[in-house]
T-cell receptor, first 110, second 113 residues
């Protein structure tokens, strides 16, 4: 079976840094993806990790520890437009479809 | 730019009607997927396809069927719509291979009354 956990909601202040955690238990592992989804819109791809370590992309970074079944998405210099849901998704073995967590709704406040 | 389009943004149907949701992608992707998204439940996989005329059941296939007659088009069919199928339906596509992300369409909000 596959299980992906992430917090339901988080609130952070404009200009601050926020870390959204994701833990997973899957049969097989072929990569972890983060998506951003604004209300009423489709999810859009943010990052992909398959090896341990940190991947940085501008204000967004994503970290993976395969031995701990753990990832986080780090958002720096938060802006109001970062208010959205952030979805953690794991690919198990081979070319199987992504399995998504329930998402973390982030609210950025002034 | 990858484009995944869905036939309708909003759809209202009556209980018992047969409903077709169409999805088209323009990037020659091998893989296509149908998810539904409900508050508190997240994205759940209904069906997926790795190639033309191929289909695989996802986690919640009951009450749904799919068709993939052409590589770029993947249709979701609700044989007899029920109120518990009121949901946001999202289509996605990707290249084959484990490192490729899935691209999503804008979604169809289906209401069954």
């Amino acid at each position: 079976g596959q299980n992906i956990d992430q917090p339901t909601e988080m609130t952070a202040t404009e200009g601050a840094i926020v870390q959204i955690n994701c833990t997973y238990q899957t049969s097989g592992f072929n990569g972890l993806f983060w998506y951003q989804q604004h209300a009423g819109e489709a999810p859009t791809f943010l990052s992909y990790n398959v090896l341990d370590g940190l991947e940085e992309k501008g204000r967004f970074s994503s970290f993976l520890s395969r031995s701990k079944g753990y990832s986080y998405l780090l958002l720096k210099e938060l802006q109001m437009k970062d208010s959205a849901s952030y979805l953690c998704a794991v690919r198990g073995s081979g070319n199987t479809p992504l399995v998504f967590g329930k998402g973390t709704r982030l609210s950025v406040i002034a | 730019d990858v484009k995944v389009t869905q036939s309708s943004r909003y759809l209202v149907k009556r209980t018992g009607e047969k409903v077709f949701l169409e999805c088209v992608q323009d990037m020659d992707h091998e893989n296509m997927f149908w998810y539904r998204q409900d508050p508190g439940l997240g994205l759940r996989l209904i069906y997926f396809s790795y190639d033309v005329k191929m289909k695989e059941k996802g986690d919640i296939p009951e009450g749904y069927s799919v068709s993939r007659e052409k590589k770029e088009r993947f249709s979701l069919i609700l044989e007899s719509a029920s109120t518990n199928q009121t949901s946001m339906y999202l289509c996605a596509s990707s290249f084959g291979g484990s490192s490729y992300e899935q691209y999503f369409g804008p979604g169809t909000r289906l209401t069954v009354t």
